[in-house]
């Protein structure tokens, strides 16, 4: 297999810090993975500060509160130090009996009691929930242990609550997922951004500057959001929907295209599949209907698509505003028809991107963590492609264990006791999920859990045994950006304390559990890098071309990449093709479908949830940030100031928010930004302030994601709640 010999991006001398020197790297938090050089002081060989990198393409130097502080989390106190293992089960769920224990206590434990329960009750009484702000190399190592070294069909990560959709919409369409059509250099040049469901200006800060320019340029931008959000109220055009209903929006927009003479009749008759379908279908959704639907004013509907059909170039983008309802994958493959029935794809400046989430949300669902895939984004139901894989793996065909079941359905099987045991790294559940009250009764009722991560989470409160994983800044390896771009992470410091990284865990784990001989091989990062790029080869994601001395030559290299002389794909379709056997894309046909839970005289406000610009996912890094913290201590519940006079509700007074699944208590925030009939909490926080504790586990039939967006609740003072009242935990469902 073709190998290099360059190693990690040398570091260099910091000029203006005699005694430093730079290691170039990328943050660690969302799918920006913006430029960075990490700081180190070379008598001690620590991460003490980070400078932005101007020569970055992507970000130009910007950074924003997260990344300026993300290398405070290397050497900070919390971080766990040595394995912990809890003697007293009566304990799980809190942070209380825990005591240090060696590498090698911990392991035999682990071994022990994984052999215990495979042994009584089978091979698919473990489980592995992984994340995705891991390496491509960690991702795919996890992958491999989970179906090679446990021989578990159970595997799931954190992505199905993120990018899952997304990933659905696109395969359904295109043939293919890749999260942006076009490289991020190419937005401040295009004429028309319709951007939906994307708090961006909080959530991805460092992608404004090219969105400002468009509209410096005398281009449109155009925001579908429930919330005016920094970037709404800046937008040329606010639609202003109730959460929930993007596919009747999605679908007015297309109607109006095709109906205003915008649609490019040459390229849907050469290059698509069911545009009859799909104009029937939509001839439903007039201004007026989509109206009531929605409650965004028909004159904004219709301004709307004569912007975006007007303009020359235009780039529709998302986020998980559209992504996370049990719709989801619809909503995807509906805002995507807008490129499709005008001809915006395929060519520069134009096409369909999403906002990724987690930093490696692209790269960490296409190698093998998926309940359904392999690496190369393969399918596991795929006799070819299993045996494909099977060939790099060492291991017959047949071993392969069967697909498994999405993230929320395991903690079903958790519940009924199908699965036993539960080996988590790199997500934390316990806030993260929906319906939370059922998902820590599910971790609660495990037989033995092991959690890997830097810091004791809310999730690692239910281990049994908990093992310290490395930062992003002492472990080196690969990821993939918001564009599909392949980027290097590069070590800065060598690890702290008794802290290693996942991949090294698994293949000590491997060889103790008597699988040794398919990962001992495997010695560092760049071993597993060669083996995960050809288990890639000839997959949909294709990555075998893109070796270390590559990436950093080209400052990234945007995947498929075949082969060594091949520099990548920056624009995806370039030749009209597609990835369905036809090389046509599919127009998708898509009836409305309500939310799942729709407000009632009990529960009559929309909940719908989000971030803030000062937290990443569950806050388990960025709440031990004092910044960070400083700057978002508590979680809040934004509300309309109609809503609050009719309710008798004051600015940061505290509330309560009661849904049929559970309850919270929090300050209220009182704003014009929000619908009157909706209310925003962000969902960053653990414990009895997490959000989760009143979300809906309503799936998406495609994508299995959960309808985190949009369900029915009921607000109310905390001294207008009777004791009975606040003694219950949830309505019956």
């Not at 003697?87 to 005591?99: A, I, M, N, P, V």
Request: glycine share 8%.
């Amino acid at each position: 297999m073709p190998k290099d010999n360059g190693a990690a991006k040398a570091p260099i001398a910091n000029k203006h810090h005699p005694g430093e020197k730079l290691v170039a790297t990328h943050c660690s938090y969302c799918g920006m993975q913006c430029g960075m050089n990490l700081r180190v002081n070379t008598a001690t060989n620590t991460i003490i500060g980070v400078e932005p990198r101007y020569d970055w393409p992507v970000t130009l130097g910007k950074m924003c509160p997260k990344g300026v502080t993300a290398y405070q989390q290397t050497n900070h106190g919390d971080r766990l130090m040595t394995p912990l293992i809890r003697d007293d089960r009566s304990l799980r769920g809190t942070k209380e009996g825990f005591r240090q224990a060696s590498w090698e206590e911990a392991y035999d434990l682990i071994v022990r009691k994984f052999k215990s329960l495979q042994s009584s009750y089978g091979p698919d009484a473990l489980s592995v929930f992984s994340g995705v702000s891991m390496t491509n190399e960690k991702c795919y190592l996890t992958g491999k242990f989970a179906r090679v070294g446990l021989q578990t069909r159970y595997i799931d990560y954190n992505g199905r609550f993120c990018m899952s959709s997304a990933a659905a919409g696109f395969m359904r369409t295109f043939g293919i997922d890749r999260g942006s059509t076009l490289p991020w250099t190419d937005l401040n040049e295009t004429d028309c951004l319709f951007i939906a469901g994307s708090n961006t200006a909080e959530c991805h800060p460092t992608s404004m500057f090219r969105i400002w320019e468009v509209q410096n340029r005398g281009g449109y931008l155009i925001v579908v959001d429930p919330r005016e959000t920094p970037i709404a109220r800046r937008a040329d055009l606010h639609l202003d929907l109730r959460p929930g209903t993007d596919l009747a929006l999605a679908n007015c927009m297309v109607n109006l295209l095709l109906a205003g003479g915008y649609a490019d009749e040459a390229f849907i008759g050469a290059h698509t599949n069911g545009i009859e379908e799909l104009a029937e279908t939509v001839k439903l959704f007039t201004p007026e209907y989509t109206s009531e639907i929605t409650g965004v004013a028909p004159e904004k509907l219709i301004r709307a698509a004569e912007l975006y059909g007007k303009a020359p170039n235009a780039v529709v983008m998302f986020a998980r505003g559209i992504e996370q309802q049990h719709k989801g994958s619809d909503n995807v493959s509906a805002y995507t028809n807008m490129c499709l029935v005008t001809g915006k794809i395929g060519r520069p400046k134009s096409g369909v991107a999403t906002f990724t989430g987690q930093g490696n949300g692209q790269g960490g669902r296409e190698h093998g963590q998926k309940a359904d895939a392999l690496p190369g984004y393969r399918k596991i139901t795929n006799p070819k492609h299993v045996e494909e894989i099977a060939r790099v793996w060492g291991i017959r065909p047949e071993e392969m264990p069967a697909p498994g079941i999405s993230a929320y359905e395991m903690f079903e099987l958790m519940t009924n006791k199908t699965i036993r045991s539960l080996y988590l790294l790199c997500s934390n559940p316990a806030v993260s999920a929906p319906n939370l009250n059922e998902v820590r009764a599910a971790l609660m009722s495990l037989d033995f859990m092991v959690c890997s991560d830097i810091f004791l989470s809310e999730s690692a409160e239910f281990a049994d045994v908990v093992l310290p994983s490395t930062t992003w800044s002492e472990d080196e390896g690969t990821v993939t950006n918001l564009e599909g771009r392949i980027i290097k992470i590069n070590k800065a410091q060598e690890p702290i304390g008794q802290s290693k990284p996942d991949w090294l865990m698994q293949i000590e784990l491997a060889e103790r559990l008597g699988r040794g001989d398919y990962f001992r091989h495997l010695t560092s990062a760049r071993a597993i890098n060669d083996e995960f790029r050809l288990a890639s080869k000839g997959g949909y994601a294709d990555y075998f071309g893109a070796t270390w001395e590559k990436i950093d030559r080209q400052q990234g290299v945007f995947w498929p990449c075949k082969d060594e002389q091949d520099p990548g794909t920056p624009h995806m379709f370039l030749d009209k093709t597609f990835y369905h056997p036809d090389g046509k894309a599919k127009l998708c046909a898509l009836p409305y479908r309500p939310p799942a839970e729709e407000p009632c005289e009990q529960y009559p406000l929309r909940l719908t949830t989000g971030r803030v610009v000062y937290h990443y996912l569950s806050g388990n890094q960025t709440r031990r940030i004092p910044f960070l913290h400083a700057m978002c201590p508590e979680p809040f519940v934004e509300v309309h100031p109609e809503t609050a006079e009719q309710y008798g509700i004051a600015h940061e007074e505290t509330v309560r928010l009661h849904t049929r699944r559970g309850e919270a208590r929090f300050k209220v925030k009182l704003t014009e930004a929000i619908r009157p009939d909706t209310v925003f909490v962000p969902y960053h926080f653990g414990h009895d302030d997490s959000v989760n504790l009143l979300t809906i586990a309503a799936l998406d039939p495609m994508s299995r994601m959960p309808e985190f967006k949009a369900c029915a609740a009921q607000i109310e003072k905390v001294k207008a709640v009777s004791q009975f009242a606040s003694a219950q935990t949830g309505d019956s469902r």
